[in-house]
């Protein structure tokens, strides 16, 4: 190929190439040519020549070799090749790069030039890939830009000054005031560069923001204009006045309203008018409706003009772009907790999009129907959301179960109706249920003493359909076991009456042991609820026992030693048997935020507080002290006092001469357990991480992470990343989840051990992760100082 082909020859050359290496071949030729004349003096192609290295480059080949004669074209006094330099520059050159730097005095001299299209190369080569030294230098030139006379420069002046802002934070108060000016101005692209510009200063500096308030009135002017101005072919898109300018104006008031009544008071009016004399009909209209709506939403905007934004967000819904429907849930979302009242009006309009065929819209409709659920429509928002959990995809099935367990949690009319819509979910979508909805269940039933019998018969029903939903047959098996009594009595008056026979049960109880659907789990609570049986039944005993018996030998070890402990119980302790399985008393209530038991710091805040009652006992004879180590021996000897707790035997017995095995801890009293305080490490966007130390030795120490979620959406994939220094060994434990409900309703702990050595400067770096409508969030703290080192 010929070093003088035009860039349209070689375009054309590569685009003929039959395989990747013929391409390469092509341009390692040309880039050899490109070279050869990049080294002459008298270049007179020197722009087509970096023209053609230019696209090289864009194909993702290496192109660093022109760096150099970029720098060289800029310097040029002529303006193809100064326009093809800067262009270059942009591509090749970043701030960190050295060459970079030396473009800095050419881009000085350029901003002075008395050419507005050369000033106009150097505006936007340093708004491009300007490093934060070289905007230290050039920002007295921008400043100086920002106050010239020509409409064009001052429009890219503005748009330079917001790189400068975002590269060198202190140099905001040197555009403010030429900022201000610029609002006066009746150029469009002018105004939409100061009202960027204006957005930057006022989102980095608070004192510029209160400065800045001022000028509300003036954006109230420039947008009313904008909206009630006749028809302008220049700015004319789709019947609206340059929406891209009132889209920025009105972000500017959402800004400058927020948390402030008086600027708020200045722009109702306006949004008002907005909100009523815009077209939606189209898109163009719809954005700036959308844009009205976030701004009346986020300032102290009157109730009425709040309603009027909720309901365009109701017409979004009805939109046929799922677009628009999406960033209208999104949005109704955000406000559910403050404006539930207007956001209900909608709720049928929300319930339908439920149905639509994109996941994306599925899922807001689902996070924003669980936040619309009541006291008052507990019944009805229940009856669709579970028809929409019968048919939703794949991956939204433990959402919704989980939103649907806590609404019904916190709204049900009553536990029957409480107990119907668990059993509901998880007939339909138990195998994508969160674990603690076994244990939470089974405490929901201990509690409905009146409801044992009903529920015992509507499990036993279910378990004969299916057997595959591991959470529904453990449910099962453990109603069974606790209540078989009441099943094999056929007397329950809610359902319609079903003679059970006790081999029905026990042919029911082995089909779960035997399926190779059942898991370890399931085997066990099927095991244990047999075992149980024997105490509730009185002809199919031995038959108890005979299946028990074979899992004695099962290869799976949990269920070796309950089957193990449980032949145990026949033979050696059968006078023990029918008080050991006797029915579980009565399970309290966890408190709100906790799953399935207290948290681990209010466990040992209890420890601490309550201090264990030590009944006093009499002086025993040596042997009867000893045969507290028979008590499963069956002797007949019993101890005075009775009953006593294991505590105060302990503390309390006092030492006599001869095998007395409880003298091993003399006379010690047990010290009251220190609770390990608990400090808070990171909080942020409802996001929370506490954080308490305990040390073991001198070089190793348990660090326990408590994570909480206080926003009103739950949180899932909730991840935890620890990294310390190379002198320090890290073990972290499983977490005891990656589900983070609504509201604190639950606490994800992860336990991290660290051993390291006595001089060791220890720090700790977390890395958060977590999803949320929809979203992915990332964030990282550092922990330098430890409590309890």
């Known amino acids: 190929m010929s070093p003088s082909v035009p860039l349209q020859e070689m375009i054309r050359a590569i685009r003929s190439a039959r395989t990747q290496c013929e391409e390469r071949g092509v341009i390692q030729r040309e880039c050899a040519a490109i070279r050869a004349q990049f080294r002459q003096a008298d270049n007179g192609g020197r722009s087509h020549n970096l023209a053609k290295l230019l696209y090289v480059h864009m194909l993702g080949y290496p192109a660093h070799f022109g760096q150099m004669e970029c720098v060289r074209m800029i310097a040029s006094p002529r303006y193809s090749e100064k326009r093809v330099g800067y262009l270059g520059a942009m591509m090749l050159l970043d701030e960190k790069q050295d060459a970079s730097l030396l473009i800095t005095n050419s881009i000085k001299n350029d901003l002075s030039h008395s050419n507005q299209y050369v000033q106009s190369l150097a505006l936007c080569t340093l708004a491009c890939m300007g490093s934060a030294e070289m905007c230290r230098d050039l920002a007295p030139e921008i400043d100086r830009l920002l106050r010239a006379s020509n409409s064009y420069i001052k429009k890219k002046a503005a748009l330079c000054a917001v790189h400068i802002v975002r590269k060198v934070h202190e140099l905001g108060e040197l555009f403010a005031p030429a900022a201000r000016t610029l609002l006066t101005e009746k150029n469009h692209g002018v105004l939409h560069g100061a009202v960027v510009l204006i957005i930057e200063l006022c989102e980095r500096n608070p004192e510029t923001l209160e400065r800045f308030r001022k000028t509300v009135p003036d954006l109230v002017q420039i947008m009313k204009g904008l909206v009630l101005s006749g028809y302008s072919p220049e700015h004319d898109v789709a019947g609206i006045s340059d929406p891209f300018l009132q889209v920025r104006i009105l972000r500017l008031l959402r800004i400058l309203g927020h948390n402030n009544e008086g600027a708020s008071d200045a722009m109702n009016d306006l949004l008002a008018q907005v909100a009523t004399n815009t077209d939606s009909t189209k898109t163009v209209g719809n954005a700036v409706l959308y844009e009205t709506v976030l701004t009346v939403l986020d300032i102290k905007s009157e109730s009425g003009l709040r309603v009027l934004a909720v309901n365009i967000l109701g017409r979004f819904l009805l939109n046929n772009d799922r677009n628009i429907r999406y960033i209208a849930m999104t949005s109704l979302q955000k406000i559910v907790g403050t404006d539930h009242n207007a956001v209900q009006r909608h709720r049928g309009t929300i319930v339908d999009c439920l149905k639509d065929q994109d996941a994306s819209v599925k899922r807001r409709a689902l996070e924003l129907s669980l936040a619309l659920v009541s006291a008052t429509n507990v019944r009805s928002m229940m009856k669709e959301l579970l028809i929409f959990l019968s048919s939703c995809p794949q991956e939204l099935k433990s959402h919704a179960a989980s939103g649907i367990f806590n609404a019904a949690e916190r709204y049900a009319p009553s536990q029957r109706w409480h107990i119907d819509t668990i059993l509901h979910v998880l007939t339909t979508a138990g195998g994508d249920v969160r674990d603690e909805t076994v244990p939470n269940l089974i405490q929901l039933i201990t509690n409905a003493s009146e409801l044992h019998c009903y529920t015992v018969h509507k499990l036993y029903r ?203 801890l003399g006379d010690l009293e047990p010290e009251p357990l220190t609770p390990a305080p608990l400090v808070p490490v990171y909080d942020k966007d409802g996001v929370a991480l506490t954080l308490s130390c305990e040390k073991q030795s001198d070089t190793a120490m348990t660090v326990t992470l408590i994570a909480s979620n206080s926003t009103d959406s739950d949180i899932s994939s909730f991840t935890l990343q620890a990294a310390v220094p190379k002198s320090v060994k890290l073990n972290m434990n499983a977490p005891s989840g990656d589900f983070l409900p609504a509201r604190g309703a639950a606490k994800v702990t992860q336990m991290v051990v660290l051993n390291y050595q006595n001089k060791v400067n220890l720090k700790m770096k977390i890395r958060i992760s977590y999803s949320s409508r929809g979203s992915t969030f990332q964030d990282t703290v550092q922990i330098d100082t430890f409590p309890g080192l």
């Open 462 to 664: 279910a378990l004969l359909l299916d057997i595959s939903t591991q959470s529904l047959v453990q449910v099962a098996c453990w109603c069974i076991g606790e209540y078989g009594d009441l099943l094999l009595r056929g007397e329950c008056q809610e359902t319609e009456p079903v003679q059970v026979t006790e081999d029905d049960v026990l042919d029911a109880l082995e089909t779960v042991l035997q399926s190779h659907m059942s898991s370890p789990a399931t085997r066990g609570f099927a095991l244990t609820a047999t075992m149980k049986l024997s105490t509730r039944i009185t002809d199919n005993v031995d038959r108890i026992r005979s299946v028990v018996s074979i899992y004695g030998s099962c290869i799976d070890v949990e269920l070796q030693q309950r089957a193990v402990e449980y032949n145990a119980l026949f033979k050696k302790y059968d006078h023990m048997r029918a008080a050991v399985l006797e029915r579980m008393p009565v399970i309290e209530k966890n408190s709100p935020g906790h799953t399935n038991g207290e948290s681990m710091g209010e466990v040992k805040e209890n420890q601490a507080s309550k201090k264990p009652t030590e009944p006093k006992l009499l002086p025993q004879p040596a042997n009867q002290v000893c045969d507290l180590l028979g008590l499963l021996g069956g002797s007949e000897e019993t101890l005075q006092p009775s009953p006593s707790t294991a505590l105060g035997l302990l503390t309390n017995t006092p030492s006599t001469a001869g095998g007395n095995l409880l003298d091993l």
